[in-house]
């Protein structure tokens, strides 16, 4: 049986979270087993065998699990599109800067003091006082940094075997399931590439465009 599950942005945690430590945990239950790489797009990139956790979060990130190569490129959000056409050299106000990080006016002066934001402070005529102003090009950058980007990082196919296969995978002897291993292992590899034929679409501008292979 295939399900299929959408990833959230920053979802990698949760995959490598469930994965068990040692081999006394997972066959006590408390985890999963270590994931392998399967796909046309894994094998071209040089993943094989097992999962290694930071190639995983890479490639969710959209980036090359070797180089860190940024290979798909995320909509950052539109206020902050809008501004850059505008031009990235003017100022904002601790305020401004707030509602383009979607945070208070706290933490925008905490991530000064912190000098995660290069802000400075000058005389504003409006209220007679200093007041903390960041210039949008530097708030564009923090931005970049430090928010993921608006796109779905991938999609989670789930592969079962029938019920029955499962409870003669427990009843059964090491040969018998070293056997259903196998079996299942090669019928993944099979869907895979079956999807990889006939299902992997994007849509791009609005038109339907064939994708290469999948990881």
Known sequence: MLTIGRIRPGGADYYVGEVASSA????LGD???PGRWVGSLAAE???TGKVDPDHFRSILEGRHPFTGEQLVAGR???TIERHVAEGDDRWLTAAEV????RCSDRRVRQLIAEEALAGEKAYSPTTNRLVW???LVEVNRYAAANHPPKSRPGFDL???PPKSVSVLWALGDDTQRAAIRQAHREAVDEVVAYIERQA????RKGEKVLTHGMV
């Open 158 to 160: 789930t592969l079962r």
């Open 76 to 78: 950052q959000s539109g």
């Open 31 to 33: 985890g999963e087993a």
């Open 98 to 101: 707030a509602r383009q990080l």
């Open 133 to 135: 102003r960041v210039r």
């Open 45 to 47: 990139m040089g993943l």
């Open 200 to 203: 992997m679409y994007a849509r």
């Open 24 to 27: 006394e945990d997972y066959y």
